[in-house]
């Protein structure tokens, strides 16, 4: 690690939602309508906003996201295709790295969300500051953990051995940033749990136009600058990493956002501790086990070699446009399901839930199809392979073909962990990703010789499995007495 640092260093405004109480039966009749409903006259319900109000700002902060991604990979393509298997490979793991830190913000939604419903907004700062506290020594023990296994993690998922280099110096530089993101990541969830899912969007604009500079300044030497490559790439993400922080700080300390700072300091409160990690902990297994299966798929990618890797990762990014909206619609769900429960109020939340899934098929079925229909240009934009831009091509149909089910997945998982049911999501990821993907993916290559296309069938098995699972739990409708 000091040698990498020397070796740098050298080149130097919310509206009403109101539900009327139905049965379920009745809820998922009404899935399709997004009308707004009079209020219920039985219970009080919570300031929120509507599905799609919640939604966009989430759907538009993720694509910044993925275009900073796309920023990173289309720069460094001009390095050569390792570069990009090296910068795409280091990505992979540091998800993984992030994995546990970030899933543990769904005890953070599930409290927040919950805590806005019944109005105690004092209880909400509690759990913003304890989650800052355990943010930060997740954030700490993954980065120092890691640090010494970046190149056998590469190696484990079957990067050539010219590659490895390029991941591990990008993926150094990445995990810079890793406690600053992480803390970024938890003031956005506790906002968009408290209904605010604005202001992360704008902060991470901002971010994320800083990072897309700092690349173009970093990766080829503009302004004077070294030319860093894949590092350059690394360090711009992390620098952005801090200046969102910082920006969330900021805005919280003179009382700018939703959830206002009150004089509970930050002392540990362990009940608030124990709440949190009682949902969380599934969600973090949930995460990293989801993140290991990929690396796994990702490594039998590998034994197709380095153009089928490649692809893989290049479709994946154009799929992006199409499968983000879920996390927008998981986010919705969440929050309204949590507010409504908070606000004692099961059968509102329920069609919250539903009528979340119903938007989310709509909008990634229609755009898995537009993409489906442009994959070609739109692979190539990223690398002019010819081989790289036909598989790419190929597992961009499939992926496409998933999106109605991946919707399912998305928003009726999100209600489920907006209640605190985290435990089922975590079967249900399991069962897709593992009897639906992975293993048969292994048993097709290894015992009857098949090809790409085959491997990458398996994923319309997997998002059927968890989208039927997530389907029949959200429905028994047991979440809604989930004490969290």
């Keep these: 690690m000091l040698a990498r640092l020397k070796s740098f260093f050298g080149k130097l405004a919310p509206s009403q939602v109101t539900e009327q109480p139905m049965d379920e039966k009745e809820a998922v009749s009404s899935l399709w309508d997004f009308r707004e409903k009079p209020a219920s006259r039985l219970a009080p319900l919570p300031q929120s906003l509507g599905i799609w109000e919640l939604a966009w700002p989430t759907i538009l902060a993720a694509l910044m996201h993925t275009v900073v991604r796309w920023a990173d990979i289309k720069m460094v393509g001009d390095l050569g295709i390792n570069a990009v298997a090296g910068v795409t490979a280091g990505g992979q793991v540091y998800w993984v790295v992030q994995a546990v830190a970030m899933a543990l913000t769904m005890g953070v939604v599930a409290l927040v969300a919950r805590a806005f419903g019944a109005k105690d907004e004092d209880l909400a700062d509690k759990v913003l500051r304890q989650s800052i506290i355990i943010g930060t020594g997740f954030g700490l023990f993954s980065w120092v953990v890691s640090l010494p296994w970046l190149g056998d993690a590469l190696a ?29 990541f938890v003031f956005a969830a506790a906002l968009r749990a408290a209904g605010d899912s604005r202001t992360p969007l704008y902060v991470g604009v901002v971010a994320n136009i800083l990072n897309i500079f700092l690349n173009w300044v970093l990766i080829h030497g503009n302004l004077g600058m070294p030319a860093l490559g ?70 039998l990618m590998n034994q197709f070699g380095t153009a089928a890797f490649t692809a893989y990762q290049i479709g994946v990014q154009v799929l992006a446009l199409a499968f983000l909206p879920g996390h927008g619609f998981a986010t919705a769900s969440a929050t309204l399901v949590g507010q409504h429960l908070g606000a004692e109020d099961p059968e509102a939340a329920a069609r919250a839930g539903w009528r979340s899934m119903g938007m989310a098929i709509l909008v990634m079925g229609s755009m898995g199809g537009i993409i489906i229909a442009i994959a070609e240009p739109f692979a190539r934009w990223f690398v002019d392979d010819d081989e790289v831009v036909m598989l790419a091509v190929q597992f961009i149909l499939f992926l496409g073909l998933a999106q ?50 085959t491997v990458w069938s398996f994923l319309l098995l997997d998002y059927l499995i968890k989208a039927g699972l997530m389907s029949w739990r959200f429905k028994t409708g047991k979440w809604k007495t989930i004490n969290v």
Excluded at 164 to 184: K, M, Q, S
């Design 230 to 299: 894949v590092v350059g790439a690394g360090l711009a993400s992390s620098i952005s990493m801090f200046v969102q922080l910082i920006f969330f700080l900021v805005l919280w300390q003179k009382h700018r956002l939703k959830i206002k700072p009150r004089p509970n300091g930050f002392r540990v409160d362990f009940d608030i501790w124990k709440r949190i990690l009682k949902i969380g902990y599934p969600a973090s297994i949930e995460g990293a086990m989801f993140q290991f299966g990929m690396l796994a798929f990702m490594s």
């Design 404 to 453: 109605p089910m991946m919707a399912i997945e998305n928003a009726l998982g999100g209600g489920l962990r907006g209640a605190g049911d985290t435990r089922f999501p975590l079967f249900a990821v399991f069962s897709g990703l593992f009897f639906g993907r992975v293993i048969p993916g292994y048993v097709a290559v290894y015992l009857f010789d098949v090809g790409i296309a």
């Design 156 to 184: 484990l998922i079957g990067m050539a051995e010219d590659v490895i280099p390029l991941g591990e110096d990008y993926l150094f530089w990445l995990l810079a940033g890793n406690v600053p993101f992480t803390l970024a």
